[in-house]
């Protein structure tokens, strides 16, 4: 989330389309939301947006259960996340 920070959101959009990690397709969608968002709700030029603020926060956990040796049950973690992008025109 450092690297598209301050960034104008064409220029932090090409850069995401290109790096190798599983999280900067999620990231680009949820950009591109925001991105969408702000043109349709607000009326705002794409040319003039700029990420203000980028974060991920943790979100409730789902917890299960595994069957294993002797009756037991391991637990298994399915974590979840929020990813929150903040645009400003300024």
Avoid: C, W
């Avoid at 947006?49 to 979100?59: H, P, T």
């Amino acid at each position: 989330m450092a690297v598209i920070k301050g960034n104008a959101v064409l220029k932090a959009l090409r850069k995401i389309k290109f790096m190798p990690q599983k999280a900067a397709k999620i990231i680009a969608k949820v950009l591109e939301s925001a991105a969408a968002n702000a043109e349709n709700n607000f009326g705002v030029d794409l040319d003039d947006l700029k990420i203000s603020k980028a974060y991920v926060n943790e979100a409730p956990t789902l917890k299960r259960f595994r069957a294993r040796a002797r009756g037991r049950g391991a637990r298994i973690l399915k974590r979840n996340s929020h990813i929150t992008i903040e645009l400003s025109d300024e």
